[in-house]
Structure formats: structure tokens, C-alpha cells
């Protein structure tokens, strides 16, 4: 088996080994995997966090050993916490960080970085704080940045800077925590699923206080919430019918 850890900002994690192919989720600055089958070009992972699965170039990771990925696997989290930072290799090149990075392995890849980080786990009224930090930013499939995201990584990540891990998406995280009967049952931070026709989820947002969401619908909005979905008041209808209202915490 071999080991992996990615060395730049935010590298798409691919569904095939080609760059014409579905972005399914995005490797960020820091996150350390294993190799399950290497080619010429491409690799096929399997994410220590969350044990998402997908094809990243070999040019945009490096090699490390599995003692180095079990050192990395048992350290408390140490995560970038703005927007936008950058770490600094030994010829003070910079290398720009998202929200949420990964910055256990600075001293592994000879990097420094001076800016602001977190690592506790934070009480659950702390999400939607998290979840502003998101708001607007533009929808993308297969996205977990400011820059872009969709619907569960947007779940995921906020999650993630609080302490909690939550699988990538939305069907999977649907597996996850307790059921609730009714939205009034629900307190601000408990996730919201939303299915198609057939029954499939295929949505997800954190909810807030008074019967509103926060979710990622073209861009991280804030809609109303209501017992047969989501309700957007620009468009004046029902855009997603809900499924289940998980709480995780």
C-alpha cells in the first residue's frame, strides 16, 4: 500500500483518470490519503477523512510513508480558519490555503504558516457562525471552498471546522445521526435532507433558527423552511422537497 499527502491548495479529485472527466470532490491543501492503484499519470485514493474514493493526478501529490499517514491519522486536527491564507516553503514561495485545510503536515512538506487555525471542538450554536463564512460563495459540483461548493461539501466542511466529521455526500451523511419526527423537534445546526421523484437524496442544508436554512443552491443562500421543503421567496416556490431532518450533535 502506499501513502499520500496533497501538497497544494485545491486539487480536483476526479471520477475517472482524465481531466475531461466528473469532478466528484476536491483534495485540499494537507489531506493525506492512501493509494489504492497507481498509473502513469493519475491515482486512485481513498481519503483518510471521510474514506472518499477518486482519481488525483500524480503531479499534484507527494509520496509518504504509512508511518508518516499514521502519525497524520492520530493527531488532532489542526485546520486553517480564514478564507484565504498561504504557507511558505524554505525559498519563501507561497502556497495559497483555503478555510479548512489541513495543516498537520507543515513540518512533513517544510512549510510554515502564520496565520489563524483552529483545532477544538466547538459547541453546536458555533455552526451557524461557521456557516456564514460560506454565505455566497458559488455553487460547484464536487466543490469544499469558499471559492466553490455544493450542497454536502458545504455541510461537510462546516462540520469539519467544528470538530465533527460528517461523510461527503449528502446521500451518505443521510446515514448519519438521529432521525427527528418534525422540524419543530430540530435546533439550529441539524442537517436537512431533500429527495427527487424517486426517493433519492440529493440535497442537504444546515438549519437555523425561525424555519430558516442555510444550503448551497447556485451559491450558499439562506431560504425559508417549511414541512414540504425548502421555499425560495425570489423564485416564489418550493425548490427542494424534504426527506429527513437529521441531528448529528
Not at 499519470?41 to 471521510?50: G, H, N, P, T, V
Request: proline share 3%.
Amino acid at each position: 500500500m502506499q501513502y499520500g499527502i496533497c501538497n497544494l491548495s485545491i486539487v480536483p479529485l476526479r471520477f475517472e483518470p482524465s481531466d475531461k472527466t466528473e469532478l466528484v470532490s476536491q483534495v485540499l491543501y494537507g489531506d493525506y490519503f492512501k493509494v489504492l492503484e497507481q498509473r502513469k499519470s493519475w491515482s486512485k485514493i481513498r481519503l483518510a477523512f471521510d474514506k472518499y474514493e477518486g482519481w488525483i493526478d500524480n503531479k499534484q501529490y507527494i509520496e509518504i510513508t504509512e508511518e508518516q499517514y499514521s502519525t497524520l491519522d492520530q493527531e488532532t486536527p489542526i485546520l486553517s480558519n480564514d478564507l484565504i491564507e498561504f504557507v511558505q516553503d524554505k525559498e519563501q514561495h507561497l502556497y495559497p490555503v483555503t478555510l479548512g485545510a489541513s495543516l498537520n503536515g507543515l513540518n512533513l512538506l517544510d512549510h510554515t504558516f502564520d496565520g489563524s487555525t483552529t483545532q477544538t471542538i466547538k459547541p453546536k450554536e458555533n455552526l451557524i457562525q461557521t456557516a456564514f463564512s460560506f454565505l455566497n460563495a458559488p455553487y460547484l459540483w464536487g466543490g469544499k471552498t469558499p471559492l466553490g461548493i455544493d450542497c454536502s461539501g458545504f455541510t461537510q466542511m462546516v462540520y469539519k471546522l467544528n470538530g465533527y466529521k460528517l461523510l461527503r455526500d449528502a446521500s451518505q451523511q443521510a446515514t448519519q445521526g438521529e432521525a427527528l419526527s418534525f422540524i419543530e423537534e430540530s435546533e439550529p445546526g441539524d442537517l436537512a435532507f431533500f429527495d427527487n421523484n424517486e426517493g433519492d437524496i440529493i440535497h442537504v442544508g444546515i438549519i437555523m433558527e425561525d424555519n430558516y436554512i442555510i444550503h448551497a443552491h447556485g451559491k450558499v443562500r439562506i431560504d425559508r423552511l417549511d414541512h414540504s421543503g425548502i421555499y425560495n421567496a425570489d423564485k416564489r416556490l418550493h425548490t427542494h422537497k424534504l426527506r429527513v431532518i437529521k441531528k448529528i450533535i
